[in-house]
């Protein structure tokens, strides 16, 4: 059976389609700028050359289209006919409390992830339209959604619950939900691997390190805790986001910068984390540049990355009572050197000991521990279209 991967964001759709006979690649895609002058289409069909196709679309459902079409282009496309489909896996952002696992989308589960509209406003209406989108265009297929939030519906209430009067838990369902759950899942699992280990004895770290950026401590194949809450502005410090701070802070600059709701939500979302810190870019590598050039504001940046994940490592074996490995994914996590470097330095103390030598690697397998760390480091480029992938198929090869 091929499985079609779709991830759509607000004005994107990113897709994969996959032969689960070997779970091997048959092409990826990325159609940008939908429903905005300059739309592209870049396709990648495995073993041809790339497309690019230009043309304007003003919603997702012609976005679509235009990737069934490149799908089965004699020339370029990846299959015969979209009859080779058998079925689809959209990711999902937010699926609130209703959802610890993927499920095949019905009626219920559409009305569940438009209940979700109001706490995660800027994924879960896209992640919406590329539902109906690809349900409008292929009617006869199971489609699947597989939520970010899932894996993280395993933590206990003394992970989720904020000490706020109960009623807001009541009433707005306002608790940690954590996000990254494929990512966190995926690479838990090759860990468990890499271990030698069942997954369901392992107490695992996973650092998932990109432009957003999340840990989580998994303990007994179920996440103890994860750094992202209600929303994924609280934790790490990420590339725009500010990460863990005072609340206090966001009334005090409401009033001295006489920004309304909107405009602090966007402030403390867009403007802050590396971006606002360092004054020189949201992206790892700008800022690592410019810190060895001498940019003092750039070296500060870099100091409170790192000091706050290894705050959340300390806080996580705390947690776990104990690490078999930390597992650093994503982004910065695959390709950062340095960075995790600084990350795991002088924490011996922990069981943690970084062999520079291994670390001198990106975007690859491997364990880039000292033979005498007691805590294996592992480097697991994440796959998150893999587990949407699987989970989808697992969920509708007998229908
Ligand atoms: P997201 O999916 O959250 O947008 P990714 O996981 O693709 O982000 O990570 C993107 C980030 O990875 C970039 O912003 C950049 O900071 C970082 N990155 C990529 N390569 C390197 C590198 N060699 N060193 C440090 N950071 C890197």
């Known amino acids: 059976m091929k499985i079609l991967v779709v991830n759509c964001g607000s004005s994107s759709i990113k897709y994969q389609v996959r032969d689960m006979t070997d779970e091997s690649l048959l092409a990826v895609g990325l159609l940008d700028r939908v429903g905005i002058p300059g739309t592209t289409l870049k396709h990648e069909p495995v073993g041809k050359d790339e497309v690019l196709i230009k043309k304007d679309l003003p919603n997702h459902t012609e976005g679509m289209k235009l990737v069934l079409e490149a799908l089965v282009n004699p020339e370029y496309g990846c299959i015969e006919s979209m009859d080779d489909i058998g079925a689809v896996g959209h990711r999902v952002v937010h699926g609130g409390e209703h959802f610890a696992e993927s499920t095949v989308i019905d009626e219920r589960v559409k009305e569940v992830i438009r209940e979700c509209f109001d706490i995660a406003p800027l994924h879960n209406p896209p992640n919406l339209m590329g539902i109906e989108a690809c349900q409008e265009l292929m009617p006869n297929v199971p489609h699947v959604a597989v939520f970010d939030t899932a894996f993280h519906q395993t933590m206990p209430p003394e992970s989720y619950m904020y000490a706020l009067p109960y009623e807001v838990y009541d009433k707005y369902r306002v608790r940690r939900y954590g996000f990254h759950g494929t990512s966190h899942f995926y690479v838990s699992h090759r860990a468990a691997d890499m271990l030698g280990k069942p997954y369901e004895e392992c107490k695992i770290i996973t650092l998932h390190l990109g432009n957003g950026a999340s840990m989580a401590a998994i303990k007994d194949g179920k996440v103890v805790d994860t750094s992202m809450g209600f929303t994924p502005l609280e934790g790490l410090v990420m590339g725009t986001r500010s990460g863990d701070i005072d609340p206090a802070i966001v009334f005090f600059l409401m ?35 410019a810190a060895a050039s001498g940019n003092e504001r750039a070296q500060i940046a870099l100091k409170v990355y790192y000091n706050k994940v290894r705050g959340y490592i300390g806080n996580y074996i705390a947690k776990l009572n104990g690490c078999d490995c930390l597992v650093f994914t994503a982004g910065v996590g695959e390709n950062g050197i340095d960075i995790r470097e600084n990350i795991c330095k002088d924490l011996d103390y922990l ?47 007998s229908s």
């Not at 001295?256 to 971006?275: D, I, R, T």
């Not at 491997?366 to 992938?389: G, H, M, Q, W, Y």
């Open 351 to 397: 069981g943690i000991k970084i062999d520079s030598e291994k670390n001198n690697v990106r975007g690859k397998e491997v364990d880039v521990a000292t033979e005498d760390s007691k805590v294996r480091i592992f480097v697991i480029p994440t796959n998150e279209e893999l587990v949407i992938a699987c989970d989808t198929y697992d969920l509708t090869k």
């Open 255 to 289: 009033e001295k910068m006489g920004m309304n709701a909107q405009e602090a939500n966007n402030f403390f979302n867009k403007k802050s984390g590396m971006l606002g810190l360092s004054g020189v870019s949201n992206d790892l590598r700008d800022v690592l540049e």
